[in-house]
């Protein structure tokens, strides 16, 4: 498996720098399959919105492909290099991938070499348990099963700061295996066992 993670994906040019120098190929080669957040309505996914969105970040519009939540059917066996998931609310966009069942396609994607980008909550979603993000998110959904995709040992603290550093330090104290931290600057790159932080 192999994972771009990092709070601002690329909305920094730290965050932006580890995505292009550890994809497979270059970005406007990558087939990229891309998963609106929660805020994304059915208009907007059929408009060119996202398609821009991801032009403006290097990739060719013809490599792109866009989620619909309404015909997840017409995803399956795409020739992927990467799929994209950036910020938003993490209980909301959970709860929208299992309404969808985009989670076991995701997982499935990933699991046979697609490429995974992650940021903010695209990020927390990879972990085996989400329960932490409660300290600092509001979860709008009620939802009480917290598990994430289950891609990433451990558990991440996005956007992270003093003021979240309680939180952590809370993590840690309760025993909690593998709890990592990224500033807005700060990526991991995750390749099954292997890892590496940037820069």
Request: aromatic share 12%; proline share 5%; glycine share 6%.
């Amino acid at each position: 498996m192999h994972l771009i993670l990092s709070s601002c994906d690329f909305g920094n040019t730290h965050s932006r720098k580890c995505i292009l120098s550890n994809l497979k190929k270059p970005i406007h080669q990558c087939r990229v399959l891309f998963f609106p957040n929660e805020k994304a309505t059915p208009e907007m996914i059929l408009s060119e919105k996202y398609y821009n969105w991801m032009t403006a970040r290097g990739f060719s519009r013809e490599n792109i492909s866009i989620f619909n939540y309404s015909a997840p059917e017409k995803f399956t066996d795409l020739p992927l290099d990467c799929i994209h998931i950036s910020g938003g609310n993490t209980f909301r966009m959970l709860e929208r991938l299992r309404n969808s069942h985009a989670d076991a396609l995701i997982t499935d994607y990933v699991r046979r070499g697609v490429t995974y980008i992650g940021g903010s909550a695209g990020a927390h979603l990879v972990t085996k348990d989400i329960r932490h993000v409660l300290a600092f998110e509001p979860n709008p959904t009620g939802i009480r099963d917290f598990r994430g995709l289950a891609l990433f040992e451990g558990i991440l603290f996005c956007h992270f700061s003093d003021a979240r550093r309680p939180f952590y330090e809370q993590a840690i104290s309760a025993g909690t295996k593998n709890v990592y931290t990224l500033t807005d600057e700060e990526s991991i790159v995750a390749e099954n066992s292997h890892l590496r932080r940037y820069p």
